[in-house]
């Protein structure tokens, strides 16, 4: 049977994960791998998450653990996820957190949701890879969101419909960005927000790696922003805060949320009824527990741990890098965003440093909406021990330095 006469015309859009085919790199162990963003397992609260599970199941609710459940998510995990997001200025009731598997799942629905063939989703250059992944299976087209350009609203809606559709979100990693680990500052944010109300659209604030600063001011979060502007009313907002358990408890349990006002969670939750009825309800359990009981304590061992691998990895790179190398200085999250020298290529630099150096990293051109970016890579630390850092960056830099002289 010849497929691709009846695959639907989305299909061609999907296209494998570069990082998920990185990561097979992890298996073997002459490569010294700074390409998955991934949390180190060695960090996991294990004991935590095994005892959890246990009581779950042993006690008054281990039948209901093992059930369907409501669309909406667990309600005691809701209620906890509130009295987070009061912490960071996001007041907010139950009504308005949905509980998803994984912040990815978010993504895919808030693409489900609003865009249609040639609709522009607003995206920053470059962007987190995944959000690309969830956002093409609906056939979109993107524009560049730039914070703090002159560019005016107009041509946004210009260049939108000359595509055949309209614009119709704003999609941003404001803190920690993946790729390029630089935080949005609050003129940024407000900037954005103001753009957002002029075309009237809303903004998917990605904020899996919130929890994870470890140095300079913190930054109120879109959504408080917005809330703000609007008299500490959530449900008058245009803000979607999309948060996760994967890089401060467990990734593997697959739980995220999204925290928005109350009529589009009310969609969302049909989306979900139709795709999976509802996220695992004993995997919510247990992250309820989990979080109730450690997760503070959780944050700070893996800011301790990941705040160190950072610097030892900025130092690396101050050490080993010829001139013309550029890199950011993240103040949280996982990333440090390279930039070569005009010429190189990073797809092409990554063939050699695996044949060769044995080191990966993540070419930066697939987070380009428009496949730019060539002479970009992102080096992620979270996994990465002190010895790996010093080694696989001075082969690394030393790589680079051949290239160099041989162009």
């Known amino acids: 049977m010849d497929w691709e006469k009846v695959f639907a015309s989305r299909a061609m859009r999907m296209k494998a994960s570069e990082i998920r085919e990185l990561l097979k790199l992890l298996e073997q162990p002459d490569i010294i791998s700074f390409a998955g963003g991934i949390p180190d397992v060695a960090l996991f609260p294990k004991e935590a ?15 209901a653990a093992l059930q369907y459940s409501v669309s909406e998510g667990y309600k005691p ?17 139950a009504t308005n957190v949905f509980i998803t598997s994984g912040s990815q799942q978010v993504l895919d629905y808030l693409g489900k949701l609003f865009l249609s063939p040639n609709d522009t989703a607003l995206v920053t250059w470059p962007t ?31 260049a939108a419909e000359k595509a055949g559709g309209r614009v119709k979100f704003a999609y941003a990693v404001a803190e920690f960005h993946n790729p390029t680990g630089e935080t949005m500052t609050k003129g940024e944010r407000e900037w954005l927000l103001d753009l957002a109300e002029t075309l009237d659209i809303p903004v998917v604030e990605d904020a899996a790696y919130q929890a994870l600063r470890y140095d300079g001011e913190t930054v109120p979060p879109i959504l408080a922003l917005d809330i ?16 996760s358990f994967s890089k401060t408890l467990a990734p593997g349990l697959r739980v995220g949320w999204v925290v928005a006002n109350e009529e589009v969670v009310r969609k969302l ?24 009981g450690v997760f503070a304590e959780q944050v700070e061992k893996i ?83 002190d010895e790996m850092i010093e080694t696989g960056i001075s082969r690394l830099g030393s790589l680079i330095r051949s290239e160099l002289a041989a162009a």
């Not at 060769?356 to 051109?365: L, N």
Request: aromatic fraction near 8%; glycine fraction near 10%.
């Open 128 to 158: 987190y890879m995944g959000a690309l992944g969830a956002f093409n299976a609906y056939e979109p087209t993107y524009d560049k969101l730039l914070p703090m350009s002159n560019r005016p609203a107009s041509s946004y809606v210009d």
């Open 228 to 243: 703000a502007r609007h008299g500490g009313d959530i449900n008058k907002t245009r803000t979607f805060y999309c948060g």
């Open 269 to 292: 939750v049909l989306i979900k009824q139709a795709a999976d009825l509802h996220s695992s309800t004993i995997n919510q359990m247990v992250i309820g527990k989990v979080a109730d």
């Open 49 to 63: 998450v095994s005892k959890a599970y246990g009581e779950v199941l042993a006690g008054d609710q281990g039948d």
């Open 77 to 93: 995990l809701r209620d906890w996820i509130v009295k987070e997001m009061a912490k960071i200025g996001i007041p907010c009731n």
């Open 303 to 385: 800011k301790r741990v990941y705040s160190h691998r950072r610097n030892q990895m900025l130092a690396a790179l101050q050490k080993s890098m010829p001139a013309g190398v550029e890199w950011t200085k993240p103040e949280g999250g996982m990333f440090v965003w390279v930039t070569l020298p005009k010429g190189m290529d990073g797809a092409a630099l990554l063939a050699k440093a695996i044949a060769e150096a044995k080191v990966a990293f993540v070419p930066g051109r697939a987070f380009h909406a428009d496949g730019s970016g060539q002479n970009t890579l992102r080096l992620s630390f979270s996994c990465a021990s």
